[in-house]
C-alpha cells in the first residue's frame, strides 16, 4: 500500500513557526530518491496551490517556492527516512490552509501521490 502521511499541522500565532513532515511508504517508494517532492496548500473557498518543491536527488534537489513564502518556508528532503519536510517560519494568517504533500515520479514511470492533508491555522 502506497501512503503518503503528512504531520505537523497546528494552531499557531503570527509570527510563529510550525515544521511539517510528510512520509512515504510502501513499495513504490523503495527508490524515494528518484521522486520529486511538493507541497501544496488549499485555504477555504480557494484552489490547490503549489508552495514549494525539492528535485528528486540525482538532479541536484534543487528547491523553489511561491514568490509568497520565499524567504520564509524551507523545504528538504531526507532520502534515507523517505521523508519531506517543510519548515515554515514568521506564519501569518494568509498562511492558513490544508497542507498537501505529494510526490512526482521521474525515474522509471509517471506516477503522482498525494497525503491526506494536515490542517496550519495562523490566528492574528
Known amino acids: 500500500q502506497v501512503q503518503l502521511v503528512e504531520s505537523g499541522g497546528g494552531l499557531v500565532q503570527t509570527g510563529g513557526s510550525l515544521k511539517l513532515s510528510c512520509v512515504a511508504s510502501?513499495?513504490?517508494?523503495?527508490?524515494?530518491?528518484?521522486?520529486?517532492l511538493r507541497w501544496f496548500r488549499q485555504a477555504p473557498g480557494k484552489e490547490r496551490e503549489f508552495v514549494a518543491a525539492?528535485?528528486?536527488?540525482?538532479?541536484?534537489?534543487?528547491?523553489r517556492y511561491v514568490d509568497s513564502v520565499k524567504g520564509r518556508f524551507t523545504i528538504w528532503r531526507d532520502d534515507a527516512r523517505s521523508t519531506t519536510y517543510l519548515q515554515m517560519n514568521n506564519l501569518e494568517p494568509e498562511d492558513t490552509a490544508v497542507y498537501y504533500c505529494n510526490a512526482q515520479q521521474v525515474i522509471g514511470g509517471t506516477n503522482s501521490y498525494w497525503g491526506q492533508g494536515t490542517q496550519v491555522t495562523v490566528f492574528s
Open positions: 525539492i528535485n528528486w536527488s540525482w538532479d541536484g534537489g534543487d528547491a
Open positions: 510502501g513499495r513504490t517508494f523503495n527508490d524515494f530518491s528518484s521522486y520529486s
